[in-house]
């Protein structure tokens, strides 16, 4: 199992090649007390501050989405939240714009 996770996720790595971020954060998770709007604020401030463009998925109820600083922001959540109450596959087969930060949230409980 753990070489078909591993041969799997190299494929994502080499598929998504192109989309990725030049830098790596190096962030050592166990060693800081990050959490994720901390790190979702860090990343908008790295690629335009308040002028940088974010989507969050499947938010819930607005903790991370109400906290992140960009001017432009949209939520995409079927039940609760956002701005947009729909199915993600709804909202991408309809959405032209671009976003420079994007946060999937997959806590749902």
């Known amino acids: 199992m753990k070489d078909e996770k591993g041969s799997r996720y190299a494929g994502l790595v080499e598929k998504y090649a192109s989309h990725a971020h030049p830098t790596s954060f190096g962030w050592k998770w166990s060693d800081h007390r990050f959490n994720r709007v ?11 501050g308040r002028q940088c463009s ?3 998925i499947d938010h819930n109820r607005n903790t991370a989405f109400d906290a992140i600083c960009a001017a432009h922001k949209i939520g995409v959540d079927p039940l609760n939240g956002g701005t947009y109450r729909m199915t993600f596959d709804a909202f991408f087969a309809k959405n032209t714009d671009t ?3 994007i946060f999937v949230d997959g806590l749902r409980k």
């Open 99 to 101: 976003f420079d930060v």
């Open 38 to 48: 901390a790190v979702i604020n860090g990343l908008v401030a790295r690629t335009g």
């Open 54 to 56: 974010y989507l969050e």
